[in-house]
Every structure is written in C-alpha cells, then in structure tokens.
C-alpha cells in the first residue's frame, strides 16, 4: 500500500514558466516532508523540506507548499530552467520514529522545454 | 560538505554470486540507510542503521543483509544474488535524529545475469 503517491510520472513545462509537482500521503504520523532531485546515473539531491507545523516553505526559486487535511503538498518552480529537469520525489517522514528511513514517491520525470 | 561514496558505479555479477555493496561516509553521521531504486517504483529502504553494529529490518529486506562495523562505513550484502536484485542501490547517511538531511551517494547500478 503506497502511502507516498505522485501521480503524474511525468511534466513537461516551458522554461521560464511555473512548474508543479504534487504529492499526496495517507499516513496520518508523517510530520515532515522532503523533496529531492534527481539526475540520472546520480544520486538524490535534498531540494527543500517542510515541517507539518508549517504551510509554506521557501529557498529561492523552491517553494513548498503543504496542506495537512487534504493531505497534499507540492513542490513549485518558479521560474523553471533547463538545469531543472530531472527526476523529483517526494518523501514523508514521522520524526518520532528514531533512525527510520525516508518512505518515497514513485517520482515525477520533470521535463523543461527550451 | 557532506560525502558519501559507494564503491562501484557499475556492477555485473552473475545468479548465485555473493555481492557486497560498500558505502563509507565522512560525516561521523550516525544513521545510513541502503535504499534500491526501480523504474515506476521509486526508492524503496531496505535496510538502515541507527549506529554502530546496529541494524533495522525496511521495507524489503528478504534477499539481503548488512553489516555496520564501523561508523563511517555500511555494507549491503546480498547473499546470493537473484536477476530480481538487477536494481539501482542508494546508500544514505544522516546525523541522529528524524528531521535532519538524508545525503546520498551516487549509487551503484548492479546487472545479475
């Protein structure tokens, strides 16, 4: 039973503009939430992260935006370049679960279109 | 900066073969993590390590097993290796504590013929 879902495998987005990527999670004790970048043949890159006492989260062109009761956080890129097009996932985390490992998405291939 | 590294990029090892996977960090981070990457199925943790000769069963760890003798360092071992295994492994490392960063390695793409 998945409880990390990205449902679109894949996005294809004009540079320049606004990219979104959305992530839904079902387990009611994830209280913090990650997004990664990843190249391929490389390993994942941490992008940003979001804590569940917050609803937004920025770093420059990242923001994060999380909302508890649907369950739902996205990743948006603004304004969205060539360097950006990778793989992204989303992970959830319950911090009071000790040394427990990240539960993932399966992905979201983000193509930039020049 | 933080660096883990693996000690292959590229693997190919043939059915029944025993694999080990090594990752060494440099960090003094306390918890590492063996996660495997598969097309349409994301990453998925096989196995992690709070410290020290410790060691917590993930999602899937049938086929597998670990050893953490030392802190800087973490191996994935694969008994005897299936064409099930042909998989991208992640080896991640992060200090104590749940919210802080996972850093990963660059990974190890494994072929078992």
Redesign the interface.
Known sequence: DQQVK?NS?SLSVQEGRISILNCDYTNSMFD?F?W?KKYP??????LI?I?SIKDKNEDGRFTVFLNKSAKHLSLHIVPSQPGDSAVY?C?A???????????????THLIIQP | DVK?TQSS?YLVKRTGEKVFLECVQDMDH??M?W?RQDP??????IY???DVKMK?K?DIPEGYSVSREKKERFSLILESASTNQTSMY?C?SRL????E???????T?LLVL
């Open positions: 990205q495998p913090y990650l990664y043949a490389e390993g994942p890159t941490f992260s804590s996932f992970a985390l319950y911090s009071g679960g000790g040394a427990d490992g990240l539960t993932f998405g399966k992905g | 883990v990029r306390e918890n993590f996660y349409g199925l994301g990453l998925r943790l992690f390590s709070y917590e993930g992640l991640a104590a504590g749940g919210k960063t996972q850093y990963f390695g660059p990974g793409r």
